[in-house]
């Protein structure tokens, strides 16, 4: 079963404004991961926290971490209408074959 | 996606025939993993490999085999095609299969069974 739930499952927004999507999960983990999709491709890893970290950025990118509450959140800041795309959470449990347990998604549409 | 490919990728097939698809990887990545992807349900773990030979099953294994004779090679099988594995299959590698780093993913293969 799965790991994550995101949170909305769609989100849309013009360009410019910032999106924020939420992913959560069940058990205990050692990292989570964010994937984005693009329409007829495969997954694209985006980033990844770590359980002991509470927030972390790449470009566009900031990713909270809560293990309190067992959730994580993506913003996507300042979109663009290539933002446009499925975007995944993905739980690391800590076992030694590198499992993820991957959500439904959120389908996010940036418009122009 | 660069160092990764799958083949076919798309393939439509009857029932009750087997079907296997190929994920083929140039990175020398020990671990490898197939998954599905289907409307509502997400991504799900078909089966995986942390080695040549080596094979385990995931959540969704029934009516799949795998096999892995060498490193850059991860075959899945539907031994007998049904209409319930229509769907969208994605392979994925890893290098270090702790999870601290993130998969990369083939493009996918539709396969279609009717």
């Known amino acids: 079963s799965q790991q994550g739930e995101e949170d909305p499952q769609a989100l849309s927004i013009q360009e410019g404004e910032n999106a924020t999507m939420n992913c959560s999960y069940k058990?205990?983990?050692?990292?989570l991961q964010w994937y984005r999709q693009n329409s007829g491709r495969g997954l694209v890893h985006l980033i990844l926290?770590?359980?002991?970290?509470r927030e972390k950025h790449s470009g566009r990118l900031r990713v909270t971490l809560d293990t309190s509450k067992k959730s994580s959140s993506l913003l996507i800041t300042a979109s663009r209408a290539a933002d446009t795309a499925s975007y995944f959470c993905?739980?690391?449990?800590?076992?030694?074959?590198?499992?993820?347990?991957f959500g439904r998604g959120t389908q996010l549409t940036v418009w122009p | 996606d660069a160092g990764i490919t799958q083949s076919p990728r798309h393939k439509v097939t009857e029932t009750g025939t087997p079907v296997t698809l190929r994920c083929h990887q140039t990175e020398n990545h020990r671990y490898m993993y197939w998954y599905r992807q289907d409307p509502g349900h997400g991504l799900r773990l078909i089966h995986y490999s942390y080695g040549v030979k080596d094979t385990d099953k995931g959540e969704v294994s029934d009516g799949y085999s795998v096999s892995r004779s060498k490193t850059e090679d991860f075959l899945l099988t539907l031994e007998s095609a049904t209409s319930s594995q229509t769907s969208v299959y994605f392979c994925?590698?890893?290098?270090?299969?702790?999870?601290?780093?993130?998969?990369?993913f083939g493009s996918g293969t539709r396969l279609t069974v009717v």
């Open positions: 993905a739980t690391y449990r800590g076992s030694t074959l590198g499992r993820l347990y």
């Open positions: 058990t205990s983990i050692n990292n």
């Open positions: 994925a590698i890893s290098d270090q299969g702790i999870g601290n780093y993130g998969y990369t």
């Open positions: 926290i770590r359980s002991n970290e």
